[in-house]
């Protein structure tokens, strides 16, 4: 590859663990959109904090607890910066993404959803995008539509068009497909979906560690992502809405935090963000994610998007020409994130996993929790290789001699 937008060395000296060998081989982590590996910014922050500054928040007079305090509402800016949305207070954190649209489907779906009310999602969902709404439309009668996959995985938007309609109350979609990598026009859709009077939730698990996001510049309503893909702890997800669809909600979890007042017969509810965050939150969490997000944001998410974008046009290229494979997804590597989802005749993607872990090689091989996706294209699994900001060409290449080797392995099997 020509041009760097970084020094990608120097990134991967403060990743240790993409030092260790696996199998006798240096290790290349290519399942990124599993989990991303953290750098050691944000080891040494979560240490910090449970060596000096331990303490539950919003509770304590105490310094500790002040101190402790601080730093976990210092993240919550920190997020409000990261995803330019207008206030701090319209950042709830939660476990992750799963459970940032699970609230959505309780505190707001279960308050405002009736019979016949339209979710429209699209085929191109992880399960949390589609489980969630599954369970309300067995409990309340909601309708759920759902817009079509393409066959070079792109979204049907002439579809989109017909299937949103004045009876959609909510359009929830995903912005970058962890299966295929499809990028999808979430301010488009926005677009379409508020001029119908529907409210839109974006799934922004893996376009939010790969891409700019700009939850104003979209114009949508609610954001669900998790830190764990983004170079924080696990543990940690954020939910953002926009403070009038936040204020519309009725509370998620119930107990301490989340109370003004409570007595034997009723209970009055804190202001929002803590409303919405019951109990201790994993603030050793919340406060390393702080330190991935100084990290993010001193690289520059355009950076890393364009680092992405040339990587995954050298994978295609060369896992294009490698004879067997069929790759997934749109052929345009700027239509995409950093996912390249394959196939290798007559191999199974978990053999394949398994060849390429004896050479150290971790990629994904499955389902990628996208079932509908793989139903769609008319498979049960692909081979999933997945890229971060401190992956490199050669890596690339290592892939390549990987699934070569792995086809010459396979033949030779067969006899
Ligand atoms: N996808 C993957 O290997 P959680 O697990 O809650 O942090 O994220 C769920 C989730 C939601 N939406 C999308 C688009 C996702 O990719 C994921 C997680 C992982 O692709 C684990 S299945």
Redesign the pocket.
Known sequence: MARRTYDIEAIRRDFPILAREVNGHPLVYLDN??TSQRPVQVMAQITRFYRDSNANIHRGVHTLSQEATELYEGVREQVRAFINAPSAREVIFTR????SINFVAHAWGRKHLRAGDEVVLSEIE?H??IVPWQLLRDERGIVLRFIPMLDDGTLDLVAARVLITERTRLLSV?Q???ALGTIVPVKELAALAHARGALVLV?G??SVPHLPVDVQDLGIDLLAF?A??MLGPTGV?VLWGRMAVLESMQPFLGGGDMILTVSLERSTWNDIPHRFEAGTPNIGGVVGFGAALNYLSRLGMAAVREHEIELVDYALRRLGDIPGVTLFGPPDARQRGGVVSFDLQDVHPHDLGQVLDGEGIAI?AGH??AQPVMQRLGLTATARASFYLYNRASEVDALVRGVESATRFFEHARG
């Open positions: 959109a599993a992750n993404t799963t459970e992880h949390s995008n995903t970058m497909s962890n799934d698990a893996q998790s764990h893909k997800g994904r990628h929790c």
